[in-house]
């Protein structure tokens, strides 16, 4: 069941680690507070906040494409499988991806991850024990 309709998760995977990276190397020297300053939990808080609220969007929208049975939680397994394998690229290159963070928004960044994952693996099941409605 899970291997069935995967392209569609591996592509849509994909999309939202691209549109989260981009959201980072644009913006995350802005939104990033290292943890040492006072503020840091806050902004976590906002950041997976509006993070879970995105996340669920995209799960609701990705069942319009995707109308087979456990969709969203196919999408947030190989979301994530995707995502990891990627950010640690990512991570390895951070000096060229992300040349203004300091060593602590770096860290923060680690954080937030983290926290995304547990979300983008959390919200898809919490969104299967919603009625499923076929996109037909």
């Given amino acids: 069941m899970l291997l069935q309709h995967a392209w569609r998760a591996m ?6 680690w691209a549109g989260a990276t981009l959201f980072f190397i644009w ?6 507070v290292e943890p040492e ?7 976590i808080c906002l950041l997976e906040a509006g993070t879970a609220c995105l996340l669920y969007l995209v799960l ?3 069942r319009l494409f995707d109308s087979a049975p456990h969709a969203g939680v196919r999408l947030g397994v190989w979301g994530t499988a995707i995502g990891l394998l ?7 290159h ?3 991806l992300f ?13 937030w991850m983290v926290i995304a994952y547990f979300l983008y693996l959390l919200i898809p099941l919490l969104v299967e024990r919603q009625p499923y409605r076929s996109a037909s």
């Fill in 37 to 43: 300053q006072s503020g840091f939990w806050l902004t």
């Fill in 60 to 62: 609701i929208l990705y």
């Fill in 94 to 96: 951070h000096d060229r």
């Fill in 11 to 16: 592509i849509g995977g994909l999309l939202v």
């Fill in 27 to 32: 913006l995350g020297d802005t939104v990033l």
């Fill in 99 to 111: 040349p203004d963070f300091t060593e602590g928004q770096l860290l923060s960044f680690m954080i």
């Fill in 86 to 92: 990627l950010d640690s690229v990512l991570l390895f």
